[in-house]
């Protein structure tokens, strides 16, 4: 056997243990008992312990040096490109580390739960400082392995291929017309009747019937997935074998119906990875940003668009009964309201950026110690007040209300927005280059849509690197301006 | 670290990973998309060859002679001894012959399905000589590298310390007794009213309210546990995390609630697993007859007694409404019907050993080659009128009926009895050691019971040999005469 077929053979195993986590990761979200937790807190440490032995083993580093000289095909090289990446990542950072930050992280998580609930940043800031300084160390051992800057070598663990510089050219223009943007959403807004609010309550049944239905509409294929509830709603298990879960409130529909089509967006990228790929690295979806840009494509480009809305109206009545706020008009003015407000999870499509971008501001001088600690909270509220034009009135509205930074998750915020400005440019050429789209939207077909982005994204996988897949899906680079036009175009127009 | 200690985490490892599987097949049976069984049974091999590598690794070996040289307490050495019994099994038999006799089973095990619906043994036989004949050579391995016959190397793996020999002394007695028995149960029966059949339907929310009310009442921790359904009900799950299913007919409760009690036996054992020794052979169950003897303890001797069914016939009522059925003493004769039948899963409690008996009649000359297999159907048929007193109609009620042998189970029949015969024996000394048990079994109060099995049998895990551990636990060795003399009390007197 090559050596790249042995790597082959590692990394299947690799991927199977990934796999095996991932549905006990769901188990753990869905359906275990209380008790459970200690053991299934063994089991998955035990399941990334030994992915990480696999990847980090000096065979595999002989491997990949023989691998190189080998004759490979075009998805192949890729492949063999993705294992060096993993490799190399996995190999920069000394166990000691990953160790410390595990456990920084572990603990700070459990303070900041408390600290949210108390509006208390004092109660968390130590914990939080432990965790910047081992992010910080990890992120330099990386950096200097991978030839990266630390905050570049952060961002490659989320998005790979992702670096600060570009961050910041795609960032620029949004950070210079959306104060504008915002406000004149909010003037078109005011001029406009209010939207009805359709009156509740909206049993859960009826939601999940209505979710249900939308999914089988969206093409997601249920004899490989399930939809289940959680605290959290995600999209996890594996492309054979889909778990996506979301929370009911019976008082507001749409929050749970968005978040199905959020993460049915999530889940129909990984159903679609190439079949031929699967369990190796370059078989896996092609980073945060991208995986982002699916489920926004779903959830916002289609489904807040006038001619779903046209189809949803309709089935609104069907599963909850007349209510005059059933009008497609009104339902478009619903989904696409615009408010200031001080929570990112909350956020409009308008307002969102603003959330991130006010993140990113102040992520990397958290890291690099130009920004202390104690003057996050202040630091939060000038960037809030400029940005999105709210000032939080505590900080479990502020600075405490992302798990992220005190889970050690650093470089994650820009992939939102860089999801959504990639679904804005994916969308445009999808009904470019198959004007049906949009028509069919308006029956509630998806096929269309979805048979371009399983062409143009889904089968690809992480054959490309992820500005070079958008190029060649949409025939230019990652342009800002389409995002700012489709927001201008439904906000302003 | 010591060797021992080193052994220690190593266990804890292949432990940890056994729970992961648990789990995983746990999904399967119960929530699992048809489109995820590629993906599971990869995941589950890969999980299975890790927990192999891991115990038959040079370094294991090394570690085991080490460790005999310390000083090691009592627990600790009864792990040693249980490790280095897991070592020698696993290395027994070469990793290609284990490949070899999981493809012949899986093979034969898919082509049973067919033949039992088609009572077409022929179909399946070159399929099952192919197990028979894996299943003979890793007997042989086996019984080579542990001194055993090969057939005692196969009952060693479901029931350690367990020997032909010992099976036979403990057989021929009810061999001897049965006939008569069963004979006399019948007249018995004929002697009395015919019991009231109560009249359905039983719908399936108020069979498995019923299901919860009574598992609460066993003692079943649902902070460390789940009910669900399946196609074949198990319990599964791991000590912390207890996943026991059933499934519901809705014409016919007692499937489902029987079923349930029995399962709620086995997980009332596993929970009741010392915590000090979680993960450790050591602290694993003794065995598939002790097993056995927990879930039958639960569901043959508490429940199905008089002063249990005393206290349930008022709970059917209140679950399923008035019926003539609910007296205590009608429940009895329910609960204590008994039939000459063909199948083993159906069986009541004193054909149910007879049936066993059919098949540890065969099963050696099946493997030996004294019996052929194309005279299977006929020596079943033969056996089945001596021992149970019912010929089978076809081969799909006769030797196609089980899964066991096609699914490479030998050795497998005799624990059923063997934990029937130590239930009864335990159940006997539990009352001789706290006369308050049937009295409060008679208020639904499992305590005593409980407490009993929980002091006796679960908190000694693997610390003694089986049959070290039913005499510790009622004072003398295991009895069959204790066993018949319940049957003889429950059906004749």
Chains 1, 2 share one sequence.
Not at 65 to 83: G, I, Y
Not at 216 to 245: K, V, Y
Not at 452 to 465: K, N, T
Request: glycine share 6%.
């Amino acid at each position: 056997m090559s050596a790249y077929q042995l790597l082959q053979q590692r990394f299947k195993r690799i991927g199977t243990l990934a796999g095996a986590q991932s549905m006990l990761h769901w188990d753990m979200a869905t359906m275990m008992p209380s008790g459970g937790s200690g053991a299934r807190a063994e089991q998955l440490a035990t399941l990334e312990v030994l992915q990480h032995e696999l990847l980090t083993a000096p065979e595999t580093g002989d491997l990949l040096e023989q691998a190189q000289q080998e004759p490979l095909d075009h998805w192949q090289a890729a492949n063999l490109r993705e294992m060096l990446r993993s490799h190399r990542s996995a190999t920069a950072v000394p166990p000691e580390l990953v160790e410390a930050l595990t456990k920084a992280c572990r603990r700070c998580e459990m303070l900041w739960r408390e600290a949210r609930k108390n509006d208390d940043f004092a109660a968390v800031r130590p914990a939080l400082a432990e965790v910047i300084a081992r992010v910080r160390e990890s992120a330099a051992a990386r950096g200097a392995a991978l030839g990266l800057t630390p905050y570049d070598a952060l961002l490659e663990q989320y998005q790979p291929g992702l670096r600060a510089a570009r961050v910041e050219s795609l960032f620029a223009p949004l950070r210079t017309a959306l104060p504008e943007l915002i406000e004149g959403a909010l003037a078109a807004q005011a001029a406009r009747p209010t939207p009805l609010v359709p009156q509740g309550p909206f049993p859960q049944a009826a939601q999940e019937a209505l979710a249900r239905n939308l999914m089988e509409r969206l093409g997601f294929p249920f004899d490989q997935g399930r939809l289940d509830t959680s605290l959290h709603p995600f999209s996890g298990g594996t492309p054979d074998d889909l778990r996506i879960t979301t929370r009911w409130d019976e008082a507001d529909y749409s929050s749970a119906i968005m978040g199905v089509l959020h993460e049915t967006g999530h889940a129909l990228y990984e159903a679609g990875l190439p079949r031929d790929w699967r369990l190796q690295p370059v078989g896996e979806a092609r980073g945060m940003a991208v995986h982002e840009s699916q489920s926004l494509l779903v959830e916002m480009q289609a489904c807040r668009s006038r001619a779903f809305l046209a189809y949803l109206a309709p089935l609104l009545a069907q599963h909850f009964g007349a209510d005059p706020a059933w009008k497609p008009e009104n339902l478009y003015r619903l989904a696409t309201r615009v408010e200031r407000g001080f929570i990112r999870v909350d956020a409009d499509e308008v307002t969102y950026p603003a959330h991130v971008l006010l993140r990113y501001e102040l992520e990397p001088a958290l890291l690099s110690g130009d920004l202390p600690l104690a003057d996050l909270p202040g630091a939060w509220r000038e960037q809030a007040r400029a940005l999105v034009g709210a000032v939080p009135p505590g900080d479990g509205f502020g600075c405490l209300q992302d798990i992220h930074w005190y889970d050690g998750a650093f470089g994650y915020f820009p992939t939102y927005t860089l999801g959504a400005m990639t679904a804005a440019q994916l969308y445009r050429a999808a009904v470019e280059s198959d004007a049906a789209i949009p028509d069919a939207l308006e029956q509630g077909d998806f096929t269309p849509l979805l048979a371009w982005m399983r062409r143009e994204i889904h089968a690809r996988a992480s054959l490309l690197e992820w500005e070079e897949l958008v190029e060649t899906a949409t025939g230019r680079p990652l342009d800002p301006e389409i995002y700012l036009d489709h927001l201008r175009q439904r906000y302003l127009g």
